[in-house]
Structures are given as structure tokens and as C-alpha cells.
């Protein structure tokens, strides 16, 4: 039913132009609503969360229908997938080269709903958790830095996820599932860091962020850096978050601990039953180790000229970043200590994204997607600052215009110059 709706919407380009730029305009209005007990509110946040998704799909959903140009490495995760059905023992009826089991797992799921298992259905499942990871993002910063910045902050994502006409970016990548347990695991963290919650909520966010931080591994080795860095932040919080009580955080540390090591016990002892433990060593750990040591040296322009979509991107946020730091250095602002700690906590997470980039040794686009959470988790920490100076008081008409300019614009020509490119070839 999914694809038929799809195949009606790609009858021409006008519904698909009517369609995408209402879903963008209805997201940016929300974007720009200053904060208000109505913006407060459970409803509003999955009113924005909605529009935020149905942007993404309205601008994506012909790559669910056109598979040129076919990527080896999605196809190797679908083939996994429909293998899955007859045989789920991972590294025995699938291997995913250097990307865990959980990816095929959950590229596999629609066969518990009697779907296809195709192109289309990974790529609408990528879709839907990009959509979450988003929503994980938005929850994070809004706990830690309210939700007008929040609103904002979601923004670029969006513009980048949506507009962008990168191929390394529209296939199912073997990203899209740890960074979404990477998400995940932080807003189980932010969720940490706010006071006066109840014991069982703060227990269930601890069990969540081990789950998560303890799958990642076994979606992508090379998440891992990003999830040492977010289990330092669910350790701090449970041992020096607030006033703690010394007992409610060995509770917690103990719950903590059992969830990490829940899913990789797990898969280990079916390993283990089946005889598959040392050819998934041999394949997953010992190969990664010799594909990073066959790389090549990639230098910091990495960054910057393998996307047009994600140079926009990651344009808009260094001019961001640096008129904020200029802003605050104007008005000589003494900043807060929770800000300082939040400033310090996303510049972490941006050094372990760079890390996780770079240490395979190899430019592929869609490894910059590691790092979006990360930027925008920096981006929002810069804004919090601001935010704290009388400057955003008296104009805060002109910094979200002018944020909203910075972004739009860039985005857009970044969307103009990858679509020549396309014509031109």
C-alpha cells in the first residue's frame, strides 16, 4: 500500500514539489515559535517531530523508488536481512563484513508484518530511524537547553537530511542504526541529567542507555568512540548528577551495568551454542583491524569537498558556532557552570565523531554521517550560551532570522549545486 501511495506521488513532479514544500514550510513555521506554554507542551514537541518526519519523506521518497545507482553495501545488508528469515544466527546464516548483526535484524523486520524485504522497505525503515534519531536529538537538547533552542537546532539536520541529493546519504548506510543507539543513549542521559525525577523513570533510562550503548558495537565497530564518550556521561550522572543518594546510584550502576552487557551476552552465547565464535572474531574484529590498517591517509578537507549537502551543513554550523563565541566575547558574558559542563560534554562528542571518522582511513561520504548529532548537539551548546547574554533578549527577532538565513541558504545552494552536478552527468 506504502509503494503504490509512492508510485502515485511520483505520476509527475508537481505533487512531489507541492507536497515537499509544504512539509518544509509547515516545519520551519513551527521552528520560529518563540516559547509559549502551548510550545511546552507533549503535544506540540510530536506535532514538530512530525512535521520534522514528514519533511523527510516528502523530500526522499523517489530514492525509495529509483534504486540507480545500486550500493554494494546496501545490498549486502538486504541480503543479509533475507537471509535472516532462514537462518538468524549471525556470522553463520548472514555475515555483515565490518558491520554487526543488528543491522540485518533490523532490515528483517517487516518480515514479522509479512512485507517485503527490498530496497523500498530499507530504505523507508532508514527514513523512519533517521526520523527517530531526530526526535531522540530534539528530546536531549530540550531537556538540557530548552525547547526554543531545541527547535532550532533541528533544523540543519533536517535541511541536510532532506535536501540532499548525495547518494551516500539516501541509501540505507550502515550508520543509520547506531546512530540512532547512540541517540538514544543520549537522551537517556539527558533524561539523567534533570532533576527531581522519580527513581523507576531514572532506573528505565539507565536500562535504556545500556541497551543501546551495548548494541552499538554490534551495529558498527565504528561507533564505538561515540558510545565511550556517552557512557562516561550516564556514569557521571548516576554517580555525580544533582544530590545523589549513594544508594539509589549503585541501583542505578548495577541496572546500568546488566544492560550493557545484556545484548553482547546474548549474541556471544549463541555463538557459542552454534560453533560460530571464532569465525565471528576472525570476521568482524580481526578483518576490521586489517581494513583500517590497509587505509590511506585522509586529510582534514575531507570535511569539506566530499558533499556539497554536508559542506552546507557543516558550514552553516562553524558560522553559527563562531558569531556565538564572537557574541559572548562581545558582551563579555560570564557563562554558567551547567552551560561550561554542557559546552565541554558536546565538544567531547564532537572529537569522538571526528575520531570514529577518521580512524578507518577511508573518504567515504557516509561516514560524515557519525557526526551530525554531534555538531548539532555543539551547535545547540553555543546557542545555550548566547542565550544566557542580554543580546538574545533584545534581538531575538534578529538571531533566529538570522540563524534561520544562515542555514536555508546554504542548504539550498548546497540542494542547486548538487542537481547541476546531476543534469550535467
Avoid at 545523589?244 to 550502576?253: G, L, P, T
Avoid at 551476552?265 to 590498517?293: F, M
Wanted: hydrophobic share 55%.
Amino acid at each position: 500500500m506504502i509503494a503504490r501511495l509512492v508510485e502515485w506521488f511520483g505520476s509527475g513532479p508537481l505533487p512531489y514539489y507541492v507536497f515537499g514544500l509544504s512539509a518544509l514550510a509547515l516545519f520551519v513555521a513551527l521552528t520560529l515559535l518563540r516559547e509559549s506554554d502551548r510550545t511546552d507542551k507533549l503535544g506540540f514537541d510530536c506535532a514538530f517531530l512530525a512535521a520534522a518526519g514528514l519533511t523527510l519523506l516528502a523530500w526522499r521518497w523517489p530514492n525509495f523508488l529509483w534504486q540507480y545507482p545500486l550500493n554494494p553495501d546496501e545490498g549486502l545488508w538486504v541480503a543479509g536481512a533475507l537471509k535472516v528469515r532462514t537462518d538468524w544466527v549471525p556470522w553463520r546464516g548472514f555475515d555483515g563484513a565490518t558491520s554487526g548483526p543488528l543491522t540485518a535484524y533490523t532490515l528483517a523486520l517487516p518480515a514479522l508484518f509479512g512485507a517485503r524485504i527490498d530496497f523500498f522497505s530499507a530504505r523507508f525503515l532508514g527514513v523512519c530511524l533517521l526520523t527517530l534519531t531526530l526526535g531522540g536529538l530534539y528530546f536531549a537538547v530540550k531537556w538540557l537547553n530548552g525547547g526554543r533552542v531545541a527547535r532550532l537546532v533541528l533544523l540543519p539536520p533536517v535541511l541536510l537530511l532532506a535536501l540532499t541529493k548525495d547518494w551516500n546519504f539516501l541509501h540505507f548506510s550502515s550508520e543509520t542504526v547506531p546512530i540512532f543507539l547512540t541517540t538514544t543513549a543520549l537522551v537517556a542521559s539527558a533524561y539523567l541529567a534533570r532533576e527531581a525525577m522519580p527513581n523507576r523513570r531514572r532506573i528505565a533510562a539507565c536500562a535504556i542507555a545500556g541497551i543501546c550503548l551495548g548494541s552499538a558495537g554490534l551495529a558498527k565497530l565504528q561507533s564505538l568512540p561515540i558510545a565511550l564518550v556517552l557512557f562516561g556521561f550516564v556514569a557521571a550522572e548516576i554517580f555525580f548528577g544533582g544530590r545523589r543518594r549513594w544508594k539509589s546510584a549503585i541501583h542505578e550502576a548495577l541496572v546500568f551495568a546488566v544492560s550493557l552487557i545484556l545484548i553482547p551476552a546474548i549474541v556471544t552465547a549463541v555463538l557459542c551454542a552454534t560453533g560460530e565464535l571464532h569465525y565471528a572474531i576472525r570476521s568482524y574484529l580481526q578483518s576490521s583491524v586489517g581494513y583500517v590498517g590497509e587505509g590511506i591517509h585522509i586529510g582534514p578537507s575531507f570535511l569539506f569537498e566530499s558533499s556539497a549537502s554536508y559542506t552546507a551543513f557543516l558550514a552553516g554550523s562553524l558560522i553559527v558556532v563562531v558569531l556565538s563565541v564572537a557574541i559572548i566575547c562581545w558582551k563579555r558574558a560570564v557563562p554558567s557552570r551547567s552551560s561550561l559542563w554542557i559546552a565541554i560534554a558536546a565538544l567531547l562528542l564532537v572529537l569522538a565523531a571526528g575520531f570514529s571518522i577518521y580512524t578507518p582511513r577511508r573518504p567515504f561520504q557516509h561516514y560524515l554521517l557519525l557526526s551530525v548529532v554531534p555538531v548539532s548537539c555543539c551547535v545547540a551548546a553555543v546557542l545555550r550560551l548566547v542565550r544566557e547574554t542580554s543580546f538574545w533578549k533584545n534581538r531575538e527577532a534578529l538571531v533566529t532570522g538570522s540563524y534561520l538565513s544562515v542555514f536555508l541558504i546554504s542548504e539550498t545552494r548546497g540542494f542547486s549545486r548538487v542537481r547541476s552536478e546531476h543534469a550535467r552527468d
